[in-house]
């Protein structure tokens, strides 16, 4: 009887959710709030889950280690290979080490625009986390005149002479397995919990695409 009444109880929120997901509209009050109060919910990482729960969750994507991926063209101009990123989950605040290879078939200057969309796994619904100041699932016009322009950058990528503004002149940039903290963050967004996260980005320049490239991962606070 508890069994049929935690499957149960399972399937009513999954309904809900569901339909969260895809009847709210986000331009409105109410809607954004039930969305933001589905994505504060601290979530178990799939891959910590038991096989029965992974079956009946495991709709779409399934999150079971970090893992990226091109969106766009293998010719596009802007191209990453070899990403690594551990631990896995990722914590927060704590140390993470990653890695990459990034290579600039042409220089990349102002006007550098980014489209983000960020997705947070909720029972097994994906719900696009909207933009709230600046934060989220959003349209950066130009992330050249966002990036302070200083005369060094930070470490570890002064070490291996990989530029941090524009702009990024053609080459190979390589960043080894390196070390970053990351602090503790102040004004945390409410939907920066635990759980398995996808993470899209795609750069262009006067309406050409650069790049794309989508993550997923998860979090651990």
Same mark, same amino acid.
């Given at each position: 009887?508890?069994?049929?009444?935690?499957?149960?109880?399972?399937?009513?929120?999954?309904?809900?959710?569901?339909?969260?997901?895809?009847?709210?509209?986000?331009?409105?009050?109410?809607?954004?709030?039930?969305?933001?109060?589905?994505?504060?919910?601290?979530?178990?990482?799939?891959?910590?889950?038991?096989?029965?729960?992974?079956?009946?969750?495991?709709?779409?994507?399934?999150?079971?280690?970090?893992?990226?991926?091109?969106?766009?063209?293998?010719?596009?101009?802007?191209?990453?290979?070899?990403?690594?990123?551990?631990?896995?989950?990722?914590?927060?605040?704590?140390?993470?080490?990653?890695?990459?290879?990034?290579?600039?078939?042409?220089?990349?200057?102002?006007?550098?625009?980014?489209?983000?969309?960020?997705?947070?796994?909720?029972?097994?619904?994906?719900?696009?986390?909207?933009?709230?100041?600046? =934060? !989220?699932?959003? @349209?950066?016009?130009?992330?050249?005149? &966002? $990036? /302070?322009?200083?005369?060094?950058? *930070? +470490?570890? #990528?002064?070490?291996?002479?990989?530029?941090?503004?524009?702009?990024?002149? =053609? !080459?190979?940039? @390589?960043?080894?397995?390196?070390?970053? &903290? $990351? /602090?503790?963050?102040?004004?945390? *967004? +409410?939907? #920066?919990?635990?759980?398995?996260?996808?993470?899209?980005?795609?750069?262009?320049?006067?309406?050409?695409?650069?790049?794309?490239?989508?993550?997923?991962?998860?979090?651990?606070?």
């Amino acid at each position: 009887m508890e069994g049929k009444l935690s499957l149960q109880t399972l399937l009513f929120a999954a309904i809900a959710v569901l339909f969260v997901a895809s009847a709210v509209k986000p331009s409105d009050k109410a809607s954004m709030k039930m969305i933001l109060d589905l994505l504060r919910i601290p979530q178990t990482p799939e891959r910590f889950k038991t096989e029965n729960e992974i079956d009946f969750q495991g709709h779409g994507l399934q999150v079971l280690k970090f893992s990226w991926s091109n969106c766009g063209k293998e010719d596009d101009p802007v191209r990453f290979k070899n990403v690594t990123l551990t631990p896995d989950p990722v914590k927060i605040p704590g140390d993470v080490t990653t890695g990459f290879i990034a290579q600039f078939f042409t220089t990349v200057d102002s006007p550098l625009k980014a489209e983000l969309v960020i997705k947070k796994k909720v029972l097994f619904a994906w719900i696009e986390i909207p933009c709230i100041e600046d =934060i !989220g699932s959003c @349209t950066y016009d130009d992330i050249c005149a &966002k $990036i /302070p322009h200083t005369d060094s950058c *930070p +470490e570890p #990528l002064s070490t291996y002479n990989i530029p941090c503004h524009c702009p990024f002149k =053609i !080459g190979n940039y @390589t960043l080894p397995p390196s070390n970053i &903290k $990351i /602090p503790s963050l102040g004004n945390v *967004p +409410e939907w #920066l919990t635990n759980g398995d996260y996808e993470v899209q980005a795609t750069i262009s320049s006067n309406n050409k695409r650069l790049a794309c490239y989508k993550a997923a991962l998860s979090l651990d606070t």
